[in-house]
T-cell receptor, first 111, second 115 residues
Framework: DAKTTQPPSMDCAEGRAANLPCNHSTISGNEYVYWYRQIHSQGPQYIIHGLKNNETNEMASLIITEDRKSSTLILPHATLRDTAVYYCIVRPASGTYKYIFGTGTRLKVLA | ETGVTQTPRHLVMGMTNKKSLKCEQHLGHNAMYWYKQSAKKPLELMFVYSLEERVENNSVPSRFSPECPNSSHLFLHLHTLQPEDSALYLC??????????????FGPGTRLTVL
């Protein structure tokens, strides 16, 4: 079973920031938080990952709470092409090959 | 383009057919994966190969048979499938490094329909 909980769906206006929450209250100290997204009928695409600190790359920002029990993926200026299912995954850095994908959040960016 | 290609992109087969799915990665990675994604269900990990050796086999029926002849190629051989095996089959690769994150790169998938 997935170790994360995400809302099933969200809407966001084009050009606005999309904030996607994820709860991972049972996360262990050696587990990273990963975010992937899957655009309709394509393979998942890596977005960002983090352990403790907030992270930012060209696609998104990841905010992890101090207790690490939840995180938020931020798409700063959502476009129509960001419409996808977003998956939050927790997994250790080593010792397993498994990514356990849950059902994710279906983000719809509205024109 | 992610550097992971899959062929064919679409496949329709009867229950008595034998077919194979092919995956090729051009990223120099040392681990490759097969996932199954059925309609309205999460991705399910099927098989993992690391350094061309199978390291995970998640209770997959024997009608699915993987093959990894080298670190760049992965096959999924299919025989006597059932209609419920219709799904999107995804291949992924990663660079397996100890004590480090290993981002997975996914191919576009093969949409399989079993009649």
């Amino acid at each position: 079973d997935a170790k994360t909980t995400q809302p099933p769906s969200m809407d966001c206006a084009e050009g606005r920031a999309a904030n996607l929450p994820c709860n991972h209250s049972t996360i262990s100290g050696n587990e990273y938080v990963y975010w992937y997204r899957q655009i309709h009928s394509q393979g998942p695409q890596y977005i960002i990952h983090g352990l403790k600190n907030n992270e930012t790359n060209e696609m998104a920002s990841l905010i992890i709470t101090e207790d690490r029990k939840s995180s938020t993926l931020i798409l700063p200026h959502a476009t129509l092409r960001d419409t996808a299912v977003y998956y939050c995954i927790v997994r250790p850095a080593s010792g397993t090959y498994k990514y356990i994908f849950g059902t994710g959040t279906r983000l719809k960016v509205l024109a | 383009e992610t550097g992971v290609t899959q062929t064919p992109r679409h496949l329709v087969m009867g229950m008595t057919n034998k077919k194979s799915l092919k995956c090729e990665q051009h990223l120099g990675h040392n681990a490759m994966y097969w996932y199954k994604q059925s309609a309205k269900k999460p991705l399910e990990l099927m098989f993992v190969y690391s350094l061309e050796e199978r390291v995970e086999n998640n209770s997959v029926p024997s009608r699915f048979s993987p093959e990894c002849p080298n670190s760049s190629h992965l096959f999924l051989h299919l025989h006597t499938l059932q209609p419920e095996d219709s799904a999107l089959y995804l291949c992924a690769s990663s660079q397996d490094r100890p004590a480090s994150y290993n981002e997975q790169f996914f191919g576009p998938g093969t949409r399989l329909t079993v009649l």
